[in-house]
């Protein structure tokens, strides 16, 4: 599904708005893949599965890896979703809006999240490792809003003034040499980091069958 933003008096609220819009838009398709990515292990919560699966040539690391390499083709065809809508946009708007690294980010962010996420979903099951995962979005949500209440929030006087730091920071206007280091390194080490989640959830697979139901 194409997501169209219509043309006439759209840009009449300045380039802030276009891009926060499709920066909201990215968000939310990212949100989606990632509910989608959730599900995947749901369905191999069977005891009788999972023993059929140990039995067969691939075995469990053949069945994990299946699941790891699907997670990773939801995230790049997002990925490549996004250019896309953005790139007929740009056309149709004349202009750029200036989030494909905002969305490279979204793309890094989520791979992030389903490394940390898998290795619970198989050893704890989908009832449990979402109860773990909602702990701590709780912990990050607190820290927020900690934020929130003692921080600098200076950036947050006007809309048009935070749209202007949201803007400098992913195109590296505010970032510091070591911080723009951190994000150069960042592709290597959050797929490093699945390459390890998928070999914890391999060690985790039997251990998790052990809880399902038969």
Do not use: H
Not at 117 to 143: A, C, D, H, Q, T
Not at 167 to 180: Q, V, Y
Request: glycine content about 8%; charged content about 15%; hydrophobic content about 50%.
């Amino acid at each position: 599904i194409y997501v169209f933003v219509p043309t006439k008096g759209f840009l009449d609220g300045g380039e802030a708005v276009y891009t926060f819009l499709m920066g909201a838009i990215a968000a939310i398709i990212f949100i989606m893949t990632g509910v989608a990515q959730d599900s995947i292990f749901a369905y191999d919560e069977r005891k009788k599965w999972s023993d059929f699966i140990c039995s067969t040539p691939v075995s469990v690391k053949g069945q994990v890896l299946s699941k790891y390499y699907f997670a990773l083709i939801l995230s790049i065809a997002t990925l490549a979703y996004c250019a896309l809508i953005f790139g007929i946009n740009a056309v149709i708007q004349g202009r750029d809006s200036g989030v494909m690294s905002i969305t490279i980010m979204f793309f890094i962010l989520q791979i992030f999240m389903r490394s940390i996420e898998f290795p619970y979903l198989i050893r704890f099951g989908s009832k449990y490792g979402n109860n773990y995962r909602m702990v701590l979005s709780g912990i990050i949500i607190f820290i927020a809003f900690v934020y929130c209440l003692f921080g600098d929030m200076s950036i947050f006087g006007t809309f048009e003034e935070f749209m202007d730091w949201f803007t400098k920071l992913f195109n590296g206007g505010t970032l510091s040499d070591l911080m723009l280091v951190a994000v150069a390194l960042a592709p290597s080490i959050v797929g490093t980091m699945y390459y390890l989640s998928y070999r914890i959830s391999c060690r985790f697979y039997l251990k998790g069958a052990e809880n399902y139901d038969k």
